[in-house]
């Protein structure tokens, strides 16, 4: 069995605001999206605005996002064996539609690892509890309260 794709929110505050499509883009629910002139587009590393909850249907076609904040709590999959010597470790994500998982240490990285998900424990492919970065929630100009 490969890795599980998709982040599910587990815990944490949950502001969600729609939002048209980019008009090249695609992504589907459970992705991080960016945020860039009122349109979400698939996400990035210095740029997760939220995760969409349903998948990119154009740019006439709202969006719902949840937003992503450091307070929060995410599962995600991984691309290994997850182990609990991985808490505290910050992981780079794959940005691909229908492939976003955990990869491996970078110097530029996303989350921070909080936790094994209970549903998995230490297994290959596994999921971890993460929660993102300060600096990679692209949070300007939005109000969340």
């Known amino acids: 069995m490969g890795a599980i794709y998709g982040l599910r929110l587990v815990e944490g505050p949950c502001v969600i605001r729609e939002y048209t499509s980019a008009a090249t883009t695609t992504y589907d629910a459970g992705e991080v999206v960016s945020l860039a002139d009122g349109s979400v587009g698939i996400g990035a590393c210095d740029a997760c605005a939220g995760v969409a909850l349903k998948d990119a249907g ?11 904040t450091p307070d929060q709590i995410w599962s995600i999959g991984y691309n290994g064996t997850t182990a ?16 976003q998982i955990l990869t491996s240490t970078t110097s530029t990285p996303v ?3 909080v936790g094994l998900d209970p549903r998995d424990g230490a297994k290959a492919y596994g999921r971890l509890l993460v929660k993102f970065i300060q600096s990679t929630c692209n949070l300007v100009g939005l109000v969340l309260a």
Not at 84 to 99: C, P, Q, V, W
């Open 58 to 68: 154009g740019v006439t076609t709202m969006t719902p996002i949840i937003h992503i």
């Open 84 to 99: 609990l010597d991985m808490i505290g470790d910050t992981y780079l994500m794959t940005f691909t539609t229908g492939a």
């Open 111 to 113: 989350v921070t690892v």
